[in-house]
């Protein structure tokens, strides 16, 4: 009987391959407005490179950042005329200070090309290939009247708020831009 237990403690289990849990991190972006679209795309694709698994929750203005057309068919009036006011595309978002009446996008993009730095597609394409997730919130979707036909491919879902902060309760460093 004492062989047996000696024999039965010193049998190990084969050692199991699991995978690595990341580190998460959570933005939810809700600035339509460039510099500040700067910022989440720049933070999103750098944790993203450095091995976390980021996601990024666009809501109200910040589902600016993931449109790719306006469609104002099948909206009501005031669907419409929050259409036509808010940015669409990475390429139409506005300086959160020092706009200028339109100017100071313009002036941001010769710095940029001027400095060698990455604009926004640039940030995104980054973000989307270091596998950061794209959602967005289905309330402002429902409250603007948009529809998935509007925003980028790379939107992987609409989601509401509680599916979000469900991901998010875990993440290591979530942030509000």
Sequence with gaps: ?????????????????????????RIIC??????????????????A???????????????????????????????KMMDIMMPSGLDSLKLSKMNMAGLGPFFMKILMKKTK???????????KESGVKFYACSTSCSILGIDRSEFVDEVEEIVGAATFISEAKDAKISLFI
């Design 1 to 25: 009987m004492a062989d047996i237990k000696q024999d039965i403690s010193s049998y190990s289990l084969p050692e199991r391959k699991t995978e690595e849990k990341k580190d998460k991190m």
């Design 49 to 79: 490179s450095l091995g976390m698994d980021v996601a990024i929750f666009f809501t109200f203005w910040g589902l600016s950042l993931i449109k790719k057309n306006r469609k104002l068919k099948g909206k009501n009036f005031l669907q």
């Design 117 to 127: 730095s990455p604009d926004l597609k640039d940030l995104f394409e980054a973000a």
């Design 30 to 47: 809700f600035s339509g407005d460039m510099d500040k679209a700067f910022a989440v795309l720049t933070l999103a694709s750098t944790a």
